[in-house]
């Protein structure tokens, strides 16, 4: 059974910075594709980043410059930091995982609240 884990969330002020964690454990076979995403209220949930197992990254044009995706493999963990936060970055991020070798399987986190203040 895999999980994954979501840590760093909470309220800043705009221009501020936050680091999200998240920490992906138990059956792990290959840890492929790692990403973030985020869901405002009333929206949909929309793509944040992505970092690949060669660590090639991929981001949405409204964080590009703002936010960098990154991993520690040895500790199967994924790393969001957030810089010049706005308001409009207010969500609950998710993080997910792409596990798996032959047949991968896509996991979810359960979601940590990002606010900003203006």
């Known amino acids: 059974q895999v999980q994954l884990v979501e840590s760093g969330g909470g309220l800043v002020q705009a221009g501020g910075s936050l680091r999200l964690s998240c920490a992906v454990s138990?059956?792990?076979?290959?840890?492929?594709?790692m990403g973030w995403y985020r869901q405002a209220p009333g929206k949909q949930r929309e793509f944040v980043a992505h970092?690949?197992?060669?660590?090639?990254?991929n981001y949405s044009h409204s964080v590009k410059g703002r936010f960098t995706i990154s991993r520690d493999n040895a500790k199967n963990t994924v790393y969001l930091q957030m810089n010049s936060l706005k308001p409009e970055d207010t969500a609950v991020y998710y993080c997910?995982?792409?596990?798996?070798?032959?047949?991968?399987?896509?996991?979810w986190g359960q979601g940590t609240p990002v606010t900003v203040s203006s």
């Open positions: 970092i690949t197992s060669g660590d090639s990254t």
């Open positions: 997910n995982a792409n596990i798996g070798t032959k047949s991968t399987i896509w996991y």
């Open positions: 138990g059956s792990i076979s290959s840890l492929n594709v």
